[in-house]
């Protein structure tokens, strides 16, 4: 598969799991919340397609986009979802906390802004390693406004930490409008401050969230230190499903659906005269495969109970 239809097939493989996930859970099948993911798919894939396989990843409380981008196996990562046996982290992560080291997923975390100095120390680990591993730590507008995004990017540019800080801007800090907290609404004009670039990108455009992940990649391997990027964009449903979104109008919502980043880079593909057969083939087939993904999940054991204790205790150190 050449490159961009590769970057297309991760977009989609996200659509098709928010897509079928949401009426999964409209169908009350699904344990707890879905965060979905729906309309930022393009964050994702562009800045993970600049990533290698033993870079590292920290997700935050909306992250199955992160971990598909990434990736982490679909059955696997399905199963995780609906909390059983067979998911990635034995159905202990959910929705909110899957995680997969092989691929440097350090996993999710429901604490918002929590990830960012757990994102700082695998940078750390990579410098220390001194192989060229970079770490990238995905984190919504909200966060910024918290403590540890300050903390985390002072010790990063302090130390020129391989750390590419990623601010999914998507408007809204669960149910409140960002422009109302703050008096500068681009996050990324905060860099300056501490001693490192920032840049705001079209989240919503996947090749230049992929140029601007290169970009920050590159000097994080270099031993430049960090970047901080701000993709804006927009996430379609609610902070969650069943968030009623009295805080937005439906006509805001339809203009941002306009700039649908699977959408835009279809248009784009076929300009480029890549064959619409292809394209639809690619459609169908994740189509299948997520359902199929989830009615394994759907069918998968829960963990056992006496298995509650699994990973809780280090065995003994000979």
């Not at 033993?54 to 679909?74: I, T, V």
């Not at 590419?164 to 703050?182: G, K, S």
């Not at 601007?212 to 990027?229: D, H, K, N, Q, Y």
Request: charged content about 25%; overall charge negative.
């Amino acid at each position: 598969m050449n490159d961009a239809l590769h970057l297309y097939e991760r977009m989609m493989l996200i659509r098709q799991c928010e897509e079928q996930l949401n009426d999964v859970f409209a169908k009350n099948l699904f344990p707890g919340y879905i965060h979905s993911y729906l309309g930022q798919e393009a964050c994702a894939v562009g800045i993970c397609a600049a990533l290698n396989d033993d870079d590292y990843l920290m997700s935050n409380h909306r992250g199955r986009g992160h971990y598909l981008a990434k990736g982490m196996e679909l059955r696997s990562m399905m199963a995780e979802m609906f909390g059983k046996e067979t998911g990635i982290a034995g159905g202990r992560g959910g929705e909110m906390h899957a995680a997969d080291p092989a691929l440097g997923i350090l996993g999710g975390n429901g604490i918002v802004g929590a990830g960012l100095p757990i994102g700082a120390g695998a940078a750390y680990t990579a410098q220390l390693n001194g192989k060229g591993q970079v770490a990238v730590v995905f984190f919504g507008e909200g966060a910024s406004n918290n403590g540890s995004f300050g903390e985390t990017m002072n010790l990063a540019a302090a130390w020129k930490l391989p750390l590419i800080m990623v601010c999914e801007n998507n408007l809204y800090a669960e149910m409140t409008p960002f422009a109302n907290t703050v008096a500068q609404p681009d996050v990324a004009m905060r860099a300056e401050g501490y001693g490192m670039p920032g840049e705001v990108v079209d989240g919503n455009d996947v090749l230049e969230v992929r140029k601007a992940a290169i970009r920050a990649v590159e000097r994080a391997r270099v031993g430049a230190g960090p970047t901080l990027l701000e993709l804006k964009t927009y996430r379609w449903g609610g902070h969650f499903q069943g968030d009623p979104r009295k805080y937005r109008s439906r006509e805001e919502e339809k203009a941002w659906m306009e700039k649908c980043p699977l959408k835009r880079y279809r248009a784009f593909m076929l300009e480029q005269d890549i064959d619409a057969g292809s394209i639809e083939s690619i459609d169908l087939r994740l189509k299948t495969e997520v359902e199929e993904a989830i009615r394994l999940a759907l069918a998968a054991d829960e963990p056992r109970p006496e298995t509650a204790l699994d990973h809780v205790f280090a065995g003994e150190v000979a």
